[in-house]
């Protein structure tokens, strides 16, 4: 059987799409034989008299084959393996066959695909043995497919999930001419798939054949040339497929972390549909296209005509554009120029291109910040991203350190051995309940550090504990410091506590906490120092980080052993004082055992707190005070009707309280004469509240405190005692604890709402 014999296409892929979209297979079986089936994994679907519908959990290998299958589907693709039965000689020797996960075959493209996954997320694996295998059948292979597909391009990809593949596997691929691709990878392709349909193919070949020739492609164009900012550029108009074949369009995310520049936004569908729809309807656009040709270290071919004018800075000729697969970037005009994709003017139509030679990547970003109104229409953490791109080798020693920070902030959440892997929000990857940390956050707190330099015009102000001069050297310094305690601290606390997610409102791995553990961590190599136990400049990092794992552990011990509710007010805090108040109690807790450590500033937080926490908790206070009273007495009134102290007051509190109004009003003028309700305080009304019949015909339903469900009436009204408490100990110590400040901010949240 030929291969073309073994692939389905047409209606057949379709069918089978659907089928492998699912994680479950089904069966439908009588009814006497569902135990049998359920005995075996299955479980119940639908029940019908006569048969019931069951479903099973494909294995985890085999859903993410599917997933494979279908993203190459997706990507346009029109004749693939059906099955994971498919085989391939790879000798002549019809007998020796290779099983092939995936096979998908385009016009002009052949594609092998190995599906790698793991249920153990992020595990260490050796594939030397497999890919060196392939290595040796790799020829065999492709002689056997030539003979049906002589004219295509042929690759062979090495997909995986849940596996941290090491440098020399990733180094073997490379040298064996085959694709790696990570989830990252794959995410990125299914995302770009679900926005542009098979006209995300294009990405894919710019992808996998680079700077490879595309012999049937000879294409050259009437340009005119001229120069832009010491760049040599020329404008020419062109059909849109043409561009589309030869064009590449370089997102910001982790699949393409290694290519420069990427500044790009991903397409927006919604856009792009609108695009094509005003294309099919005869539109048009008559704004360029702007893109830099890269030539490598030949420059364009350009044939000028004789009819120039020699006065002219400008030039008319033949440019003859490269033959090769991602060979021009595309700095603006993506959606304009995909809109044609699936069009059947992409052939007929023609649109206008500026091309610069070879434009530096710096360049390029800049021009699609400023075309993108000044970087106000780019996204935050894009800006972010781009600008690690721009400033990193900045001659300005402040944006310098700025770039260097958006670096090492990157390479935490794109690094696989760390262990905030895929938890940073990079470019314009879509954030997730685990990837919910970004660059701004980090970058600050590494930026508003001692690690690095600071500097004001230009001139040094104070120099990094880790500042080499050098941003490379540097962040090999720091970077590795950085991960390292980050990798103790998760494996103190524990999978169950660094894996959640920003879905749990106690999580450690946020924002503020991150932050927060950073700065420790500069207070730490300050301290250590400062001590003579490090020399941050000269000591490799295994040692510096070998003297900090002793107070990281009292920061792991501190974070298991508090409460939920404690978590919940580090994580979430909001506004720019959340990070501070994470670091500044991680630093208390490790001040708690070893007392030298006292970093600068630490005591005068805490007592600046607490001078606010007790000076809102007497306002508080008052005004929870005044708001039970007016409460109570307005429901005492409708009951009994006013003046009627005897009816609802315990006999020793209305004498109490009649004696005081006495007292108070002998002698003086009406105006200032008092009530009772001046005298009342919180055990006051407590006791009212719960005297005779008052708590049930009244109370009850107002006053229970919502945590205390059961218990009798005091149980239920203790709240009044404890704020009483902590109103005495204020005028005695004229502090108040954080716990004791945040149940005042609670009381008085509550009864706002009722």
Same mark, same amino acid.
């Given at each position: 059987?030929?291969?073309?014999?073994?692939? $389905?296409?047409?209606?057949?892929?379709?069918?089978?799409?659907?089928?492998?979209?699912?994680?479950?297979?089904?069966?439908?079986?009588?009814?006497?034989?569902?135990?049998?089936?359920?005995?075996?994994?299955?479980?119940?679907?639908?029940?019908?008299?006569?048969?019931?519908?069951?479903?099973?959990?494909?294995?985890?290998?085999?859903?993410?084959?599917?997933?494979?299958?279908?993203?190459?589907?997706?990507?346009?693709?029109?004749?693939?393996?059906?099955?994971?039965?498919?085989?391939?000689?790879?000798? &002549?020797?019809?007998?020796?066959?290779?099983? $092939?996960?995936?096979?998908?075959?385009?016009?002009? /493209?052949?594609? $092998?695909?190995?599906?790698?996954?793991?249920?153990?997320?992020?595990?260490?694996?050796?594939?030397?043995?497999?890919?060196?295998?392939?290595?040796?059948?790799?020829?065999?292979?492709?002689?056997?497919?030539?003979?049906?597909?002589?004219?295509?391009?042929?690759?062979?990809?090495?997909?995986?999930?849940?596996?941290?593949?090491?440098?020399?596997?990733?180094?073997?691929?490379?040298?064996?001419?085959?694709?790696?691709?990570?989830?990252?990878?794959?995410?990125?392709?299914?995302?770009?798939?679900?926005?542009?349909? #098979?006209?995300?193919?294009?990405?894919?070949?710019?992808?996998?054949?680079?700077?490879?020739?595309?012999? &049937?492609?000879?294409?050259?164009?009437?340009?005119?040339?001229?120069?832009?900012?010491?760049?040599?550029?020329?404008?020419?108009?062109?059909?849109?497929?043409?561009?589309?074949?030869?064009?590449?369009?370089?997102?910001?995310?982790?699949?393409?972390?290694?290519?420069?520049?990427?500044?790009?936004?991903?397409?927006?569908?919604?856009?792009?549909?609108?695009?094509?729809?005003?294309?099919?309807?005869?539109?048009?656009?008559?704004?360029?296209?702007?893109? *830099?040709?890269?030539?490598?270290?030949?420059?364009?071919?350009?044939?000028?005509?004789?009819?120039? %004018?020699?006065?002219?800075?400008?030039?008319?000729?033949?440019?003859?554009?490269?033959?090769?697969?991602?060979?021009?970037?595309?700095?603006?005009?993506?959606?304009?120029?995909?809109?044609?994709?699936?069009? +059947?003017? +992409? /052939?007929?139509?023609?649109?206008?291109?500026?091309?610069?030679?070879?434009?530096?990547?710096?360049?390029?970003?800049? $021009?699609?910040?400023?075309?993108?109104?000044?970087?106000?229409?780019?996204?935050?953490?894009?800006?972010?991203?781009?600008?690690?791109?721009?400033?990193?080798?900045?001659?300005?020693?402040?944006?310098?350190?700025?770039?260097?920070?958006?670096?090492?902030?990157?390479?935490?959440?794109?690094?696989?051995?760390?262990?905030?892997?895929?938890? #940073?929000?990079?470019?314009?990857?879509?954030?997730?309940?685990? %990837?919910?940390?970004?660059?701004?956050?980090?970058?600050?707190?590494?930026?508003?550090?001692?690690?690095?330099?600071?500097?004001?015009?230009?001139?040094?102000?104070?120099?990094?504990?880790?500042?080499?001069?050098?941003?490379?050297?540097?962040?090999?310094?720091?970077?590795?410091?950085?991960?390292?305690?980050?990798?103790?601290?998760?494996?103190?606390?524990?999978?169950?506590? !660094?894996?959640?997610?920003?879905?749990?409102?106690?999580?450690? #791995?946020?924002?503020?906490?991150?932050?927060?553990?950073? %700065?420790?961590?500069?207070?730490?190599?300050?301290?250590?120092?400062?001590?003579?136990?490090?020399?941050?400049?000269?000591?490799?990092?295994?040692?510096?980080?070998?003297?900090?794992?002793?107070?990281?552990?009292?920061?792991?011990?501190?974070?298991?052993?508090?409460?939920?509710?404690? +978590?919940?007010?580090?994580?979430?805090?909001?506004?720019?004082?959340?990070?501070?108040?994470?670091?500044?109690?991680?630093?208390?807790?490790?001040?708690?055992?070893?007392? *030298?450590?006292?970093?600068?500033?630490?005591?005068?937080? !805490?007592?600046?707190?607490? %001078?606010?926490?007790?000076?809102?908790?007497?306002?508080?206070?008052?005004?929870?005070?005044?708001?039970?009273?007016?409460?109570?007495?307005?429901?005492?009134?409708?009951?009994?009707?006013?003046?009627?102290?005897?009816? !609802?007051?315990?006999?020793?509190?209305?004498?109490?309280?009649?004696? +005081?109004?006495?007292?108070?009003?002998?002698?003086?003028?009406?105006?200032?004469?008092?009530?009772?309700?001046?005298?009342?305080?919180?055990?006051?009304?407590?006791?009212?509240?719960?005297?005779?019949?008052? !708590?049930?015909?009244?109370?009850?339903?107002?006053?229970?405190?919502?945590?205390?469900?059961?218990?009798?009436?005091?149980?239920? /009204?203790?709240?009044?005692?404890?704020?009483?408490?902590?109103?005495?100990?204020?005028?005695?110590?004229?502090?108040?604890?954080?716990?004791?400040?945040?149940?005042?901010?609670?009381?008085?949240?509550?009864?706002?709402?009722?």
């Amino acid at each position: 059987m030929s291969i073309k014999e073994k692939l $389905i296409f047409g209606d057949e892929l379709l069918s089978y799409k659907k089928r492998r979209k699912h994680e479950y297979e089904y069966v439908s079986v009588p009814i006497n034989k569902v135990s049998v089936y359920l005995n075996d994994g299955w479980q119940i679907y639908r029940e019908h008299k006569t048969i019931t519908r069951l479903k099973k959990m494909k294995p985890f290998d085999e859903i993410f084959e599917n997933q494979i299958w279908v993203l190459f589907c997706n990507l346009g693709f029109k004749m693939m393996s059906k099955d994971r039965n498919f085989t391939l000689s790879y000798s &002549e020797n019809r007998c020796l066959t290779q099983q $092939i996960d995936v096979f998908a075959v385009d016009d002009e /493209t052949v594609l $092998i695909i190995e599906c790698k996954s793991s249920i153990i997320k992020n595990k260490k694996q050796d594939f030397k043995t497999e890919l060196e295998a392939w290595h040796g059948k790799r020829e065999g292979l492709f002689k056997n497919i030539k003979k049906e597909f002589p004219n295509h391009k042929i690759k062979i990809i090495f997909a995986t999930k849940n596996y941290n593949v090491g440098k020399q596997d990733i180094e073997r691929m490379r040298e064996f001419g085959f694709a790696y691709f990570d989830e990252e990878r794959i995410s990125y392709y299914t995302a770009l798939a679900n926005h542009l349909g #098979v006209a995300s193919r294009y990405q894919l070949l710019g992808n996998l054949f680079a700077n490879q020739k595309i012999p &049937e492609l000879d294409y050259v164009v009437p340009a005119i040339s001229g120069k832009m900012g010491g760049y040599n550029y020329y404008s020419f108009s062109i059909e849109p497929e043409i561009i589309l074949k030869l064009g590449y369009v370089l997102h910001r995310n982790n699949s393409n972390k290694d290519s420069m520049p990427t500044y790009q936004r991903l397409i927006k569908k919604s856009r792009l549909t609108k695009i094509q729809d005003f294309v099919e309807n005869g539109g048009y656009f008559p704004n360029s296209i702007i893109v *830099s040709i890269e030539t490598g270290k030949k420059n364009l071919v350009f044939e000028q005509s004789k009819q120039n %004018r020699s006065d002219s800075l400008s030039k008319i000729g033949l440019l003859h554009l490269p033959q090769v697969y991602r060979s021009i970037y595309i700095i603006d005009g993506q959606h304009r120029l995909y809109g044609y994709s699936n069009s +059947k003017y +992409k /052939t007929t139509n023609t649109i206008p291109v500026v091309a610069f030679e070879n434009l530096a990547q710096e360049e390029q970003i800049k $021009i699609f910040m400023d075309i993108n109104e000044n970087q106000k229409a780019v996204p935050k953490n894009l800006r972010n991203t781009l600008d690690e791109d721009l400033k990193y080798e900045s001659k300005d020693p402040k944006e310098c350190r700025e770039g260097l920070a958006l670096k090492i902030s990157r390479e935490l959440g794109e690094n696989r051995d760390s262990p905030l892997f895929d938890r #940073v929000i990079v470019g314009e990857n879509t954030p997730t309940s685990e %990837r919910c940390i970004t660059l701004e956050t980090l970058s600050k707190a590494i930026r508003e550090s001692n690690f690095l330099s600071k500097y004001s015009n230009s001139k040094m102000i104070s120099h990094g504990t880790f500042d080499m001069y050098d941003n490379d050297k540097t962040f090999d310094k720091l970077y590795p410091v950085l991960l390292e305690c980050l990798q103790y601290l998760s494996e103190q606390l524990g999978d169950n506590e !660094w894996q959640k997610g920003n879905d749990t409102k106690s999580a450690f #791995v946020k924002n503020n906490v991150i932050s927060g553990i950073i %700065r420790v961590i500069n207070s730490l190599v300050n301290y250590l120092s400062n001590n003579q136990k490090i020399n941050p400049l000269a000591d490799n990092y295994k040692k510096i980080v070998n003297e900090m794992k002793n107070y990281l552990k009292i920061i792991a011990e501190f974070w298991k052993n508090i409460s939920e509710e404690e +978590k919940i007010e580090l994580s979430t805090s909001y506004g720019a004082g959340g990070p501070i108040k994470s670091c500044r109690t991680f630093e208390r807790e490790i001040n708690s055992h070893f007392h *030298s450590f006292n970093p600068e500033g630490l005591e005068k937080y !805490w007592k600046d707190r607490n %001078r606010k926490n007790t000076d809102e908790s007497i306002i508080l206070l008052n005004t929870v005070l005044d708001s039970i009273k007016t409460s109570v007495k307005e429901m005492l009134d409708n009951k009994f009707g006013e003046e009627h102290l005897d009816l !609802w007051a315990p006999k020793n509190i209305a004498t109490r309280l009649q004696t +005081k109004v006495a007292e108070h009003n002998y002698g003086k003028e009406r105006s200032q004469y008092k009530d009772i309700w001046d005298f009342i305080d919180f055990l006051d009304l407590r006791e009212i509240i719960i005297f005779g019949s008052n !708590w049930t015909e009244v109370f009850n339903k107002k006053f229970t405190y919502p945590s205390i469900c059961k218990g009798d009436k005091k149980e239920k /009204t203790k709240w009044l005692e404890n704020i009483f408490e902590i109103r005495k100990k204020i005028e005695t110590t004229s502090s108040i604890t954080q716990d004791n400040y945040e149940y005042i901010v609670n009381i008085n949240e509550w009864l706002k709402k009722i």
